[in-house]
T-cell receptor, first 111, second 115 residues
C-alpha cells in the first residue's frame, strides 16, 4: 500500500503568518492533488499538479510538485481564518485512476 | 448541476448489526469511489468502480463489507456485521474523466457510529 505522509499533522498559527505543509512518499505518482475539507463536508479540490517541479499559485496558496514526483508542498501566505480546515494531498497512480490520500494536516488560523 | 448525494447522513447502530449507505453520483460520471475516513485522518479507499465494474477493492474487508453499483449509476455500501472499529465517515466520490487527472467530487458523507 502506497503511503503519503503529511507534516505537520496539526498546525495552529496567528492570522497573517505564513506556513508550509508537506506531503511525502517513497512512491512516484502520475499526478498529485490537494484538497481542503471542512467539518461535516467532503473534501474539495484546490489544485492538481502533473509535472515534476511544477509550481501553481492560487491567490495566497502556492503548490509545488517535487522533481521526482514523490512529494509536494503547500505554502500559504498571510493566512486568514477562512483557511482553517483539513488539508489533504492525494496521489494518483499511473494508469488505474486510484487516488491515495495523505494522512492530513489540520490547520487552524487564530484571528 | 446537482452534486453527489449520500444517505443517510448519520447512523448509529450496535456492534454486530448491519447498515447500508447509498450514493448517487453526479450524472454522467463513470468512476465512483467509496472512502472510509476515521476522525482526523485522511480518507482510505475502500472500493473503486468504473461504470458498474470493480476497478480496485484491495482494501475492502470483504468478510463484512460489500458494495455494488447497479446499472453503473447509484451505489450501495453495506457492512454486516459491524464492529466498533467501523465507526467513521463513509465518503462517496465521483469523477467524470477516465484515465486523467480530473477532480473528485465528494458527497457530504455518512457518519457511522457503532456502539
Amino acid at each position: 500500500t502506497q503511503l503519503l505522509e503529511q507534516s505537520p499533522q496539526f498546525l495552529s498559527i496567528q492570522e497573517g503568518e505564513n506556513l508550509t505543509v508537506y506531503c511525502n512518499s517513497s512512491s512516484v505518482f502520475s499526478s498529485l492533488q490537494w484538497y481542503r475539507q471542512e467539518p461535516g463536508e467532503g473534501p474539495v479540490l484546490l489544485v492538481t499538479v502533473v509535472t515534476g517541479g511544477e509550481v501553481k499559485k492560487l491567490k495566497r496558496l502556492t503548490f509545488q510538485f517535487g522533481d521526482a514526483r514523490k512529494d509536494s508542498s503547500l505554502h500559504i501566505t498571510a493566512a486568514q481564518p477562512g483557511d482553517t480546515g483539513l488539508y489533504l494531498c492525494a496521489g494518483e497512480n499511473f494508469g488505474n485512476e486510484k487516488l491515495t490520500f495523505g494522512t492530513g494536516t489540520r490547520l487552524t488560523i487564530i484571528p | 448541476e446537482a452534486g453527489v448525494a449520500q444517505s443517510p447522513r448519520y447512523k448509529i447502530i450496535e456492534k454486530r448489526q448491519s447498515v447500508a449507505f447509498w450514493c448517487n453520483p453526479i450524472s454522467g460520471h463513470a468512476t465512483l469511489y467509496w472512502y472510509q475516513q476515521i476522525l482526523g485522518q485522511g480518507p482510505k479507499l475502500l472500493i473503486q468502480f468504473q461504470n458498474n465494474g470493480v476497478v480496485d477493492d484491495s482494501q475492502l474487508p470483504k468478510d463484512r463489507f460489500s458494495a455494488e453499483r447497479l446499472k453503473g449509476v447509484d451505489s450501495t455500501l453495506k457492512i454486516q456485521p459491524a464492529k466498533l472499529g467501523d465507526s467513521a465517515v463513509y465518503l462517496c466520490a465521483s469523477r467524470l474523466v477516465a484515465g486523467g487527472t480530473g477532480e473528485l467530487f465528494f458527497g457530504e458523507g455518512s457518519r457511522l457510529t457503532v456502539l
